[in-house]
């Protein structure tokens, strides 16, 4: 999206008495339901569910990605981690507000973990990019953690050291992503309307999101953790959490054995292998 804004952007994050005055309250209306899951944008939610604020480029396409994680109860976009109160897209644009594109991931803790949610935030992006993402320059863009709980403060630091030494084996440098808890980084604004699941509104909108293609690992106590039967929140059937994987069976022979009668034989079928889809 920098090009929109691309001669605004910053490389450096504005000091506070530089930065933009803001607003008293929300200039534009904020939606009360996710258009993708049906469930309350801004709250509230069942009982037991955790926050938490990542950013990691264009939010558009970061929204997606959580929203489709199971276990998500809402998702949102937004801006947090600078000084302006109440700013607006126009105004984070200029890097003078020194908040980040944020997304808020409201998530169900028996279903998904900590951990797996900031897995898939580590893969999702590159986090060693500094102010940019891919061709989105300016601090706006820039890779945030922000945590509600102690717990996923240790699981952000815990999976942000894994991730470093896959990285630094991939030949990557070093992770710049910025952790803090939400009460450091100040309070959350939600967008516009027309940010909110932007690319379900608008399927071929733009998506700037793209990983390393470099694995996450998981923390050694959950691989170590049998599989539980865990209520979800809301009641309901119990969910298993994922322990450790299972064997694989022995690859079975499938090639076929020549019909009797055939004039020619059958040489078997091609088993084609999918290539997993990444937006």
Aim: charged share 20%; with cysteine.
């Amino acid at each position: 999206m920098n090009w929109l804004f691309g001669s605004a952007l910053k490389s450096t994050m504005v000091e506070p008495e530089r930065a933009l005055k803001g607003h008293e309250g929300y200039t534009y209306s904020v939606p009360a339901t996710h258009t993708v899951l049906g469930t309350p944008l801004q709250g509230p939610w069942p009982e037991g569910t955790r926050t938490i604020v990542l950013g990691m480029g264009c939010f558009w396409g970061a929204e997606r990605i959580f929203w489709q994680l199971p276990g998500v109860v809402s998702t949102s976009v937004g801006y947090q981690g600078g000084y302006t109160p109440y700013p607006t897209y126009e105004e984070t644009c200029t890097g003078l507000t020194g908040h980040a594109e944020v997304v808020q991931v409201a998530y169900d803790p028996a279903v998904v973990s900590d951990a797996d949610v900031l897995r898939t935030f580590w893969e999702s992006h590159d986090p060693t990019q500094g102010y940019r993402q891919g061709n989105d320059r300016g601090t706006q863009y820039r890779s945030t953690v922000y945590t509600t709980t102690p717990e996923q403060a240790a699981a952000a630091e815990e999976t942000r050291a894994a991730y470093q030494q896959r990285l630094t084996q991939a030949g990557y440098g070093e992770i710049t992503t910025e952790i803090r808890t939400a009460d450091e980084a100040g309070p959350y604004y939600y967008a516009e309307d027309y940010h909110q699941q932007y690319l379900d509104k608008n399927p071929n909108g733009y998506c700037g999101i793209g990983g390393t293609g470099v694995s996450c690992p998981r923390p050694l106590d959950a691989c170590r953790t049998p599989r539980t039967a865990r209520a979800p929140l809301g009641g309901g059937r119990a969910v298993l959490r994922p322990g450790p994987a299972p064997p694989r069976p022995a690859r079975r022979d499938r090639t076929r054995a020549p019909r009797q009668g055939a004039g020619q034989p059958d040489l078997g079928r091609k088993v084609l292998s999918r290539r997993r889809w990444r937006g």
